[in-house]
């Protein structure tokens, strides 16, 4: 077996520990991953060995992280160019044209809903967001530099505190940011027009699974009657939601948010650390994308007309990932 390129093991490890996170942003490592592993394949030039060790590959980078359907969104994208290879260099030419485009058309489509989701908030709104989302807070920071946001309300998301991340960056681009504990945000709702955050996926009924405290942050919004807007690239839908697989909810080490002395002190106390939640349709306005805004009922149309390749080559029937299939092994 072909020893995996240093840095695609640098990838790798570096979603699993968060040091790249954020679902775009683990797509577009994964693309890369895939690239270089698929450029420093130095096996024996065969076309059976090259996809069984990119099938490898594959299966290491999708094991990282359960939640965020980006992430093997992307290794089928790239990978079932496989199927109609019919030499090695072929192949190897195919998997690097399709990492490519999709870090190429990904960058495009955060841009596209930035512009996109701008134009549905008025004048002189305020915002709320929710942990880190670079489709979000493009939204925001393209809505602010048009006048129409004059305050941001961002939560600090724990245990994890990527709210660190979104206010460093709203407050570098001018936008005027208020930082919220996310227990704050029921009593702040009433000032907020908008809430504004990302999804790490997107089910084919158009339930949103986005960083813990989402659902939590629209059932406020609900009440209140502030609308929520989902900002979601196409690759952040779920084609297996369509056959009826559910989404693996992430549940991360109990240490993101005590101490291990703590933990053993305690010993009698389990401490649980669930890192997404669902938000159900009704508690969503509307979804952006860079195809448009739609309703999040209407999800199941950017399953069907923009990732029908995707099922094809999952097959129907059998449902669940097989890499091996999807390359034609
Ligand atoms: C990040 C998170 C983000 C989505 C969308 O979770 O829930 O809201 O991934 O982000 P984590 P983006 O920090 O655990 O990865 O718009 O950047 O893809």
Redesign the pocket.
């Known amino acids: 077996m072909n020893m995996y390129p240093e840095r695609v093991l640098e990838i790798a490890s570096g979603i699993r520990e968060?040091k790249i996170?954020?679902?775009?942003?683990?797509a577009r490592a994964t693309a890369e991953a895939l690239k270089i592993a698929a450029l420093s394949y130095n096996g024996v030039e065969d076309l059976v060995l090259f996809k069984k060790y990119m099938v490898e590959v594959g299966e290491l980078l999708i094991s990282t992280?359960p939640t965020?359907i980006?992430l093997p969104n992307t290794v089928v994208y790239v990978l079932s160019s496989l199927r109609n290879s019919s030499s090695f260099s072929e192949a190897r030419e195919s998997v690097v044209k399709r990492a490519d485009n999709f870090i190429r058309e990904s960058e495009e489509a955060?841009k596209r809903i930035s512009l996109i989701g701008a134009k549905r908030i008025k004048e002189n709104s305020i915002v709320l967001t929710h942990?880190?989302?670079?489709?979000?807070v493009g939204v925001i920071i393209e809505a602010y530099k048009q006048g129409r946001v004059v305050r941001v309300y961002s939560t600090e998301t724990r245990p994890?505190y990527?709210g660190r991340v979104t206010y460093t960056q709203l407050a570098k681009s001018g936008v005027p940011v208020v930082q919220i504990p996310d227990s704050a945000v029921r009593y702040i709702i009433n000032e907020v027009d908008y809430v504004v955050?990302?999804?790490?996926t997107v089910t084919s009924n158009g339930a949103v699974v986005?960083?813990i405290g989402?659902s939590q942050v629209a059932l406020a919004a609900k009440e209140a009657r502030t609308r929520v807007y989902v900002?979601?690239?196409s690759y952040?839908f779920s084609p297996l939601t369509l056959i009826g697989e559910l989404v693996t909810i992430e549940y991360r080490s109990p240490e993101e948010i005590v101490s291990r002395e703590w933990i053993e002190k305690h010993p009698r106390v389990k401490v649980l650390n669930p890192?997404?939640d669902v938000t159900p349709p009704e508690y969503i306005d509307a979804i952006i994308t860079e195809y448009g805004v739609i309703p999040p009922q209407a999800a199941v149309l950017i399953l069907v007309e923009k990732l029908g390749w995707a099922l094809d080559v999952l097959g129907y029937s059998e449902g669940k990932l097989d890499l091996k299939r999807i390359v034609a092994l």
Do not use: L, P, W, Y
């Open positions: 968060m996170r954020g679902a775009g942003r683990i992280r965020a980006s955060t942990c880190h989302s670079t489709a979000a994890f990527q955050v990302g999804a790490d986005n960083k989402t900002a979601a690239e952040k890192v997404f």
